[in-house]
T-cell receptor, first 113, second 115 residues
């Protein structure tokens, strides 16, 4: 199979702090990883595309200085939400691309108080 | 602009019945059409996928029907079970150009199968 893990699965933080979410492809190398945000009962919204060893490409309207993405290796990408605010509370999901298929992680529930 | 349009938004089916979810697209550059299943609080899981060179693909109780001329594709779930109750997303991507591999998702269909 193609397994993607995320850590942590859920996190609660205070407003103004930074939170890092890790995304790992466990049994394949993902040259491209994607980060999504999902609101309740809505579809997945692409935030950014991350290629190993290069800068991430952000979707229109996504603040790159707020959502820092690092793709340091073929199996690890990280998303850091800087100076988090309550409106950043959401479900964040990553995926790794193998061939033409994206395999998704289990998601990270972020709650900013 | 929604690149992939999905309907219905919600669907209620009796156990043993057939669930049908439809999707339509405009971009003829799309050449890969996956369906994902998502349970509450979980990430989407790949269910089945099709390329436009075939009109139908079946895996167990799940079948994708693809109509290239109409730019439509649909998911059929035969003998629907309560465990199939989840949200289903259709998606499309292109293997070419600057958007290589990027998935364009439908809005999702909430399926409920009554026992």
């Amino acid at each position: 199979g193609a397994v993607v893990s995320q850590h942590p699965s859920r996190v609660i933080c205070k407003s103004g702090t930074s939170v890092k979410i890790e995304c790992r492809s466990l049994d394949f190398q993902a040259t491209t990883m994607f980060w999504y945000r999902q609101f309740p009962k809505q579809s997945l919204m692409l935030m950014a595309t991350s290629n190993e060893g290069s800068k991430a490409t952000y979707e229109q309207g996504v603040e790159k200085d707020k959502f820092l993405i690092n793709h340091a290796s073929l199996t690890l990408s990280t998303l850091t939400v800087t100076s988090a605010h309550p409106e950043d509370s959401s479900f964040y999901i990553c995926s790794g691309r193998r061939g033409e298929t994206q395999y998704f992680g289990p998601g990270t529930r972020l709650l900013v108080l | 602009q929604q690149q992939v349009k999905q309907s219905p938004q919600s669907l209620i089916v009796q156990k043993g019945g057939i669930s049908i979810i439809n999707c339509a697209y405009e971009n003829t550059a799309f050449d890969y059409f996956p369906w994902y299943q998502q349970f509450p609080g979980k990430g989407p899981a790949l269910l089945i996928a099709i390329r436009p060179d075939v009109s139908e693909k079946k895996e167990g109780r799940f079948t994708i029907s693809f109509n290239k001329s109409a730019k439509q594709f649909s998911l059929h779930i035969m003998d629907s079970q309560p465990g199939d109750s989840a949200t289903y997303f259709c998606a499309a991507s292109s293997g070419r150009g600057s958007t290589l591999g990027r998935l364009y998702f439908g809005r999702g269909t909430q399926l409920t199968v009554w026992p």
